[in-house]
């Protein structure tokens, strides 16, 4: 009797926290796209995205390149557990007729899920009716991951401008067990997410809307010179689509980067935005 009432009272509390339950990284990743909407919709004429995940946001200070006076930028830097789809559509929905977009993603977006562990979150919480793009296997196990998650979050704040990007990250404090070398597939293949945004791009193109790629910055480690995935990447992208700079033009040293290989500080920040307008990006 004892085990029976333990099994309906965890199949109470799942069936609670699907329905109910507010993560707050989740609630954090929205008010962070209200801020970028917001901004983006209240420009009239041309305008530039930058999108991607988090790294975005801690690269591109698009207030200090909006204070030059020319094209306004929006950093539409989200969150890389969303996956690509969920990027891709949130910059589609915002863009209009004549807009530019950046796409600056981190080198997992290409091999990863399409739609990762936090969009399917996000859904839970915000559009159900999406959670179609899952499986029920794969809904399974991201309820299940994502509960972990969230059970053990702490939510960093930090200072955001009205454009979207991160401001004032004046720390360094990569913790020695995310001081290492990103992981990359054995070899490289097209994915589901590359399909994804050889899909975007046509769709941006019928639109009127240019697309231009390019590379996160990331801590630099010297395997990087010797990664077949990265140029296996690189050549295929460069094949396919406007492609600004190299990989190896945003590896970063550690007295640039904050609390990731993919976040870089206050002075990794500044490097970036003006590598940005040297090349050739303003306009």
Sequence with gaps: MLIISCIMLLIAGIAWYYFFYKARGIVRIQRLLEVKETYAAQIQGKKRFIVGGSDVLYSFDT???????NLPHVNF??????????ILDA??????SGDEIVLCFAYSLYHRPNHDIFAYEYYRMYRRHQLKRFSRKEQLYYLLANLKLNAKFVEKKFEISECGSYQNIAFSDLAPSKNKPLRFPDYFEETEAMRALDCFVKRAKKRNIEVKITYP???EFDVYAQSNYIADLKAYLEARYTV??????????????ANSVYHVNQTGQKRRTEQFLQEGMFR
């Design 63 to 69: 207030a200090f390149l909006n204070a030059q006076g």
């Design 217 to 219: 910055s990331t801590l």
């Design 77 to 86: 830097g989200l969150n890389v557990g969303l996956g690509m789809q969920f």
């Design 91 to 96: 910059a589609m929905k915002n863009a209009k």
């Design 244 to 257: 600004i700079g190299s990989p190896n033009d945003y590896f970063v040293p550690l007295s640039e980067i």
